[in-house]
């Protein structure tokens, strides 16, 4: 059955879309367009005691396609969102093939700036403003592309369909702002920097902020301060002192994952140096082991708090998400901060995400021995928020892992999942069957590494499909 139904329940303009009613597969705790397509969160913002949200979203199908637009959502409590019209659509030759990924920037007066990459006419990625047309709308419903667009075109010796992705742009000791373009030559990645002085009429540096071999074009680039205080407090993106350090965060095409490296930003000199290389570190930078992607970071300054979003693309057919109507969801937003250690990022769930529970299911001082399970009676949905504390009795005899030499992938892929360990697996299996032949599992193996131990969390999605990610203890 197809129902219409006005996705705003304030009547302020917002779309009319046809929807199944019977949807069992979408999700509540995650944010979804009423249908069809979405991918890259586009440069979330705070304006006037209101939550933005802008995406990427096929309006017309939900398969990726030529006529992307950037979508648009408000909230009050970044859960609970009401769906406006979309604000930017192919209309002019400079993104006349699709208005593609950027971000917001506040400037001077808390005048919000897009900067968006347009696909012109030659296919072509070039980048473009857009302004609020009323700044007294705390919906913003309304954006005017700037008349002086395009204003950066792909430099010399960079693809010009590999020149996309700016970032939120951040406002020197000099008053000039500067702002990071993902780009590629070839097969390598880079994050180019530009400057300028009003916004409009930019100039690229010589040198980009970052540069690889083999990696892809680094989509989505991210670059914003944290506290080297370990406080989960956020902090500005514009914020250049000694209290900071910087992370500087890339989607790399070709292995399809979120590396992030934290470092020292010097802006007399317009370097980034890096603690460490990904390369000798391994999965110590990767921001997000799952089905994470293009993921796009914003300053709260209501909670004063650094947000970040993700894009989850699911592993669905394309028939499956015919049948169904849409395709994609955002992560659960969550608060990143440095950890006091100064060598990685924590990330936990927003706060407000508490507000979505509901009854109450409580189990306490059950003792599991290897083998074994526990029902946790009582619960119906087939969506929960689950806090677990797992106690265990010793860890001395854990055995030894070598992150230089192990991939963590491999120890959850499906060769090793079902292998018991000194200690583990052990976790929890979701969407269990009765006779538990149907399930996903979500376990842990505990490990020694030099001067510490490390848990490896794994997610075996029946079979089909395996994550994993790495935590200290």
């Not at 506040?106 to 900067?115: D, F, N, S």
């Not at 742009?169 to 097969?187: C, H, M, N, S």
């Not at 796009?296 to 592993?315: T, V």
């Amino acid at each position: 059955m197809i129902m219409e139904i006005n996705a705003s329940p304030d009547n302020i303009n917002s779309v009319k879309y046809n929807v199944h009613e019977k949807q069992p597969y979408r999700t509540w705790y995650h944010f979804q367009p009423p249908q069809n397509w979405m991918n890259d969160p586009n440069g979330p913002m705070y304006y006037k005691g209101v939550y933005h949200f802008f995406y990427q979203h096929n309006p017309y199908a939900p398969t990726f396609g030529r006529h992307m637009v950037w979508g648009h959502s408000v909230s009050y409590d970044l859960i609970n969102w009401i769906h406006l019209n979309h604000i930017l659509e192919p209309s002019e030759s400079y993104d006349i093939n699709g208005c593609y990924s950027g971000s917001i920037t506040t400037l001077p007066g808390e005048k919000p700036v897009i900067m968006y990459t347009g696909s012109d006419t030659n296919k072509h990625q070039i980048q473009n403003l857009a302004m609020p047309k009323n700044l007294s709308d705390p919906f913003l419903r309304e954006w005017v592309k700037d008349p002086q667009n395009p204003i950066m075109i792909p430099p010399s010796g960079i693809d010009v369909e590999g020149f996309r992705d700016p970032t939120t742009a951040w406002q020197g000791g000099d008053g000039k702002w500067r702002v990071i373009i993902g780009a590629k030559t070839g097969d390598d990645g880079k994050a180019l920097l530009y400057h300028s002085d009003d916004f409009v009429n930019w100039k690229l540096h010589p040198n980009p902020l970052y540069a690889s071999d083999n990696t892809g074009m680094f989509e989505c680039p991210d670059f914003f301060p944290v506290h080297i205080s370990g406080s989960k407090s956020g902090v500005d993106t514009s914020i250049q002192n000694s209290s900071v350090k910087h992370v500087l965060k890339m989607s790399y095409q070709n292995k399809q994952l979120e590396y992030y490296f934290l470092g020292e930003y010097f802006p007399d000199q317009e370097k980034f140096i890096p603690d460490a290389d990904w390369a000798r570190t391994g999965l110590d930078l990767i921001l997000d082991h799952g089905m994470f992607y293009a993921s796009k970071s914003f300053f709260d300054n209501a909670k004063k708090r650094r947000i970040l979003w993700g894009w989850s693309k699911e592993c669905d057919t394309t028939q499956d998400d015919y049948e169904k109507g849409w395709a994609g969801l955002q992560s659960i937003p969550r608060q990143v901060w440095l950890d006091k250690s100064g060598k990685w990022l924590m990330q936990w769930p927003i706060e407000e995400v508490e507000k979505l529970r509901d009854k109450q299911v409580s189990i306490t001082g059950e003792k599991l021995i290897g083998g074994s399970t526990i029902e946790v009676s009582g619960i119906t949905a087939s969506q929960v928020d689950v806090e677990v504390l797992f106690e265990l009795p010793e860890l001395e005899n854990a055995e030894w892992l070598d992150e230089s030499e192990v991939d963590s992938h491999l120890l959850c892929s499906e060769e090793y999942a079902s292998r018991s360990g000194i200690i583990g697996p052990f976790g929890l299996l979701a969407l269990a069957s009765e006779d538990q032949t149907e399930h996903t599992a979500i376990f842990f193996r505990i490990y020694r590494a030099p001067n510490r131990y490390l848990c490896l969390m794994c997610s075996d999605q029946s079979r089909l499909f395996l994550l994993s990610s790495l935590f200290n203890l």
